[in-house]
């Protein structure tokens, strides 16, 4: 017995092939038949009729920071209202976890981070958010069963030189043993079912304090030794961002993707690559990462947007107004 039976569907199943009409059954939440319609005889528990409606893929969003709002909104609102049904989170070095159970005041720097770097509500954070793990496995339990999208996250490196390192992660560089302390926090994520290493250089990037973000102050030994760990974890990625993606890289930047993706001999991703009529030389320029990873062993994928990049600021919110000089000082002025 099928579990679901939608029938008279608009089919556009991805493969570039023209739509069709059909039916298709599912059983144990995988598609069991795909059939001309009205050619199912096999009983479903229940049925929809979707004649005049479209059946097709969920679109995967490769870069989100649903990390929080999924604890107060399952259904990843907007995304999921406009066909996305598989969210990446934990990018751009930044996740919730691992956090040191001995330390609780890492829960609330992790808190005013994102607030700063990705403009959360600190109010929804602190409310909406029950920060009861430590593990990066106890992170994704407390999600397990909650939500309504399929979810995946890498590791935040920001996370990684916190736990280890403390206050001296902003600032400061590991030793031999703390590196490998973050190395074996790595392995312990990823043996919990993380998707891979995510880190940023980016100069948008600073703390609650105002300060650069922790993975700001890693050395490339730091972040290949990450790269090299990743590699020992199949069906892994990395994300990394730095100061050039939002313009043109730099040939220490693009040296640092290439030796990266080598290394992990995984994928990396960074965003975002834009186009711009007046700077005609960008577009070249950001593409040669990826032929010089292609002949290096390595592969790296530009990410884009197929529309204009609009922007909603305010005085309140968003990282981009920390490339003003002086504005973090006058944010913090009492209003």
Request: charged share 20%.
């Amino acid at each position: 017995m099928l579990d679901h039976l939608i029938r008279r569907a608009t089919v556009v199943d991805g493969t570039g092939g023209p739509a069709y009409t059909a039916d298709v059954g599912i059983r144990g939440g995988r598609i069991a038949v795909i059939a001309e319609p009205g050619t199912v005889t096999e009983e479903a528990v229940t049925s929809e009729d979707a004649d005049g409606l479209v059946l097709a893929p969920g679109f995967v969003d490769p870069h989100t920071h649903y990390d929080a709002q999924l604890f107060w909104d399952p259904y990843a609102t907007p995304s999921m209202n406009h066909g996305v049904t598989t969210v990446a989170g934990g990018n751009c070095g930044f996740t919730l976890a691992p956090l040191h159970p001995d330390r609780p005041e890492d829960a609330d720097y992790t808190r005013r981070m994102m607030s700063r770097v990705e403009g959360m509500a600190l109010a929804a954070l602190e409310e909406g958010v029950d920060w009861t793990w430590s593990t990066f496995r106890e992170y994704l339990d407390a999600l397990e069963g909650r939500i309504a999208v399929n979810a995946g996250f890498m590791v935040g490196h920001c996370a990684l030189r916190r736990h280890v390192m403390g206050p001296d992660a902003v600032g400061g560089q590991p030793t031999p043993a703390q590196l490998d302390a973050m190395l074996a926090l790595f392995h312990d994520a990823m043996d919990a079912g993380a998707w891979g290493l995510s880190t940023t250089q980016s100069s948008t990037h600073s703390d609650g304090d105002g300060e650069p973000v922790a993975s700001r102050h890693a050395r490339p030994e730091e972040l290949l030794a990450l790269s090299r760990a990743v590699g020992e974890h199949e069906g892994t990625q990395l994300e990394a961002i730095v100061a050039g993606c939002l313009d043109q890289f730099s040939d220490e930047e693009i040296d640092l993707f290439v030796d990266m993706t080598a290394a992990a001999g995984r994928p990396l991703n960074w965003n975002v690559l834009t186009i711009d009529a007046a700077v005609p030389e960008r577009v070249p320029r950001q593409l040669v990462p990826s032929e010089r990873a292609r002949r290096a062993g390595g592969r790296i994928v530009a990410l884009t947007m197929p529309i204009l990049t609009p922007m909603n600021m305010s005085l309140g919110t968003f990282c981009a107004l920390n490339l003003i000089p002086g504005w973090g000082e006058i944010l913090a002025l009492p209003v």
